[in-house]
């Protein structure tokens, strides 16, 4: 009986973001949410700490009744030379179970100056405390606050675009919708490196022992976010996005991911959904990008690559 050898992996690591990717991680059991926000947050502080700085922004603080009555809290940056006009609003990341708008201040910040457009944060509850459809609700309530107060703003209702990294993609994503849903305009669906799909969870070996975040990772998050109907037909696109198989009139999109990604393929996958549905989309795959490539490598050609093209959209509204 003869044996095949296994194929050695055809995926190699920029070589310019090996030092940041060559720590060991701790490996997170299956089902521990509450262990992997914990680790999650203090990876998230120690990016904050490597994110540009901006000098000409102010910050704002807003708050704002979601659904139910609880209040969210906005954080709103306007750069010295706002151009009038625009703005995004933006969710941050964490797997949808962790993250908070202060890991996220630096980069909006400087997003912000560098584009000269404002941006507007939404601090929406993650899971398991929320779960379901209210992730996308409370940005979608983020998303009407800005609409609403979009004339005292400065800002052209018609020129609002919703912004996400990672974990943030889903309830951004699934806010579009809603949004389609209800009237709201949206200009522009700009996600980076999205997590959209509750399916991504059987390993593939060529990606996660490179990926930082690992298919347990992702199923344990999606597991808080749906409970036991994540995997079943019982998901909706506003949760799930990648379930989506309408994408008739969404605004046009610019999606990114590495090639060392876990979320590649759904990243992909769903680009090709909204470009069937005639959605305008532009796409970027990433040579030896693993997720976060940007925020723990922020001198890296492929960074100053992507947040060109990511301003370059951005300025577009």
């Known amino acids: 009986m003869s044996t095949t050898s296994p194929q050695p992996s055809r995926y190699a690591l920029d070589p310019e973001l090996a030092d940041a990717f060559s720590a060991p991680r701790p490996a997170v059991a299956r089902g521990d949410w509450a262990k992997l926000r914990e680790l999650g947050t203090a990876g998230q502080a120690y990016m904050a700490t490597l994110d540009p700085a901006s000098t000409g922004v102010t910050r704002t603080r807003h708050s704002t009744p979601a659904a139910d009555g609880a209040a969210l809290e906005l954080r709103w940056y306007r750069p010295r030379e706002a151009t009038p006009g625009p703005a995004v609003l933006y969710v941050h990341g964490g797997g949808m179970i962790l993250g908070s708008l202060d890991a996220y201040d630096r980069l909006l910040g400087w997003y912000a100056e560098q584009s000269r457009v404002p941006f507007l944060s939404v601090g929406y509850r993650p899971a398991p405390e929320s779960t379901g459809t209210a992730l996308a609700e409370d940005v979608y309530t983020g998303l009407r606050w800005l609409n609403q107060h979009a004339p005292e ?85 506003v949760e799930a996005p990648a379930r989506l198989t309408d994408a008739t009139a969404l605004p046009a999109a610019y999606l990114e991911t590495g090639d060392l990604d876990i979320f590649r393929t759904e990243v992909i996958r769903y680009a090709a959904t909204l470009a069937a549905a005639g959605v305008p989309v532009e796409l970027h795959v990433h040579p030896g990008a693993p997720h976060g490539f940007d925020r723990l490598a922020p001198d890296a050609a492929v960074t100053r690559r992507a947040h060109r093209d990511r301003l370059r959209v951005i300025a577009t509204l």
């Not at 930082?212 to 808080?224: E, F, I, Q, S, V």
């Open 153 to 237: 703003l400065d800002v052209d209702p018609h020129r609002i675009a919703v912004m996400a990294d990672s974990g943030g993609g889903a309830p951004a994503a699934g806010a579009t919708l809603l949004a389609r849903e209800r009237k709201l305009p949206i200009a522009r669906q700009i996600l980076i490196y999205p997590m959209l799909d509750d399916r991504t969870v059987n390993p593939d070996p060529a990606l996660d022992a490179v990926a930082p975040w690992k298919y347990d990772n992702n199923a344990t998050a999606w597991g808080a976010v749906l409970g036991d109907r994540a995997g079943t037909d019982r998901v909706s696109p």
